[in-house]
């Protein structure tokens, strides 16, 4: 099992599972992060927080802690 803030920098990959509760999963979901989805990682920033991706078409920042919710497997 493999979470977000696990996967290197310009590695694409898809959203297996969605782990959290209420309004912590439902923003992840509100922010175009669903099961099936494609993501790939551009950049991390020095600390590790947040992580910038690419994710249906946009830019997107997220912070590492959200991350960590988002299982993953390879394309």
Not at 2 to 16: H, M, R, S, Y
Not at 22 to 49: F, H, N, Q, S, W
Request: aromatic share 4%; charged share 30%; proline share 5%.
């Amino acid at each position: 099992m493999k979470f977000l803030n696990e996967i290197p920098v310009g590695t694409t990959i898809v959203v297996k599972k969605l782990h959290g509760e209420g309004p912590v999963k439902r923003r992840i979901m509100d922010m175009g992060i669903t099961k099936g989805v494609e993501i790939y990682v551009r950049k991390v920033a020095p600390l590790g927080d947040p992580m910038e991706l690419k994710v249906r078409g946009y830019e997107l920042s997220i912070r590492k802690a959200d991350a960590e919710l988002i299982e993953v497997e390879n394309c």
